[in-house]
């Protein structure tokens, strides 16, 4: 059973910064493509980045050149690092471990998420 634990949520003023954690458990976490999404009130949950067990990464348009997806293999762990937070990227932030191909991310496991708001 795959276990991933989000941690690192919080209130940050816009302009901030924060990195969120995902702590797995019970899986291959050095071949898995690993992803965060994230889910604002009264919206549908959307990728904000993703990477392959390789290390290739892509992100979400809105994030791309603010947000870095990190993985370190020798602690099970995925990172999100969030810089120059704007308040549209306060939602729940959900890690998922899943499968890659065909040049697509499908995300099989989640975590309980972590609350992320950017508000002066």
């Known amino acids: 059973q795959v276990q991933l634990v989000e941690s690192g949520g919080g209130l940050v003023q816009p302009g901030g910064s924060l990195r969120l954690s995902c702590a797995t458990s019970?899986?291959?976490?050095?071949?898995?493509?690993m992803g965060w999404y994230r889910q604002a009130p009264g919206k549908q949950r959307e990728l904000v980045a993703r990477?392959?067990?390789?290390?290739?990464?892509k992100y979400a348009d809105s994030v791309k050149g603010r947000f870095t997806i990190s993985r370190d293999n020798a602690k099970n762990t995925l990172y999100l690092q969030m810089n120059s937070l704007k308040p549209e990227d306060t939602a729940d932030y959900y890690c998922?471990?899943?499968?890659?191909?065909?040049?697509?991310?499908?995300?099989?496991?989640w975590g309980q998420g972590t609350q992320v708001t950017v508000s002066a």
């Open positions: 998922s471990s899943g499968a890659y191909y065909g040049g697509s991310y499908f995300p099989q496991y």
């Open positions: 019970g899986s291959m976490f050095s071949t898995n493509a």
């Open positions: 990477i392959t067990g390789g290390g290739n990464t």
